[in-house]
């Protein structure tokens, strides 16, 4: 396997993955993992309609940053946006897990205009049960303890990169992260208005079933997806459930992704684009 391309980008050295052609489309990791470890269930079948970028988190596996100087959504946030104009995307898809669905969260209320759609699964604008749950699944010495596979999983994945024990110094900033992130108030959140898939596992510990309705319900133009028996890694419990929800959503709104891009006039008003939230 070749070497990661890098590109600079709001003072980091981000490592991504590329692949597939077609419309762009970013993929933003969740907590503790990688572009290609989270998405490669998802890649192989998004490549052949999208041109996928998948960047590595600062601080997470190839992008480099030293957690200890703290790690924030809004960081995350202005790293995405920089990213894309990095690579001269004006506007483009966004697809978020976990930690990545609150860092394109902010991306859509900051910047609505670049986003062609927005997806954002196992996530909910709300902080607790998040940082509770967080607490305790994402203590290093529990994990060294308790899940030891997890550990040396954790160490393979950061350490290489970031410099010996990084994986403990990430894991205590990304709890501090949803401790103290910002919480979008509901006319941000309203200002989302590409079309939005929320996506949330019936039996997420992280995202209540209620809060992803609340999400869905809260953004402009809104869709929830509730899987059925699956927990927070709502991207391998049911990939092939999650493949096809995904191709719907995608060929139901990309006459809208087409006229955001400014490729095609506007689409002709529907029920599912002008409802009530």
Known sequence: MGAMPTIEANGLTIGYEVSGAGPPLILLHGATGS?????????????????????DARGHASTVWDARSGLSTTQMADDV???ADALDL?????LGYSMGAMTGLHVAARAPERLRTFVAISIAAERE??????????????????DPVWARQLAARHDLAQGDGAWRRLLPAIVADIEAQ???RPAEL?????????????????????A???????????RLLVLPGVGHDALVDRPGLLHVALEDFYRSTASIAQHRAGEAAPPETSPETSKEA
């Open 35 to 55: 572009g290609r470890d989270h998405f490669a269930s998802q890649v192989p079948v998004l490549a052949e309609a999208f041109r996928l970028y998948v960047p």
């Open 81 to 83: 946006l920089a990213f």
């Open 90 to 94: 004006a506007t483009f898809h966004a």
């Open 129 to 146: 049960p998040r940082l509770a749950v967080g607490r305790v699944l994402m203590d290093p010495d529990r994990i060294e303890r308790q």
């Open 182 to 184: 910002p919480l979008l």
């Open 190 to 210: 309203r200002a989302i208005d590409p079309p939005t898939l929320i996506v949330a596992g019936d039996r997420d510990p992280f995202v209540p079933v209620d």
């Open 212 to 222: 992803a309705w609340s999400l869905a319900r809260q953004v402009r133009d809104g």
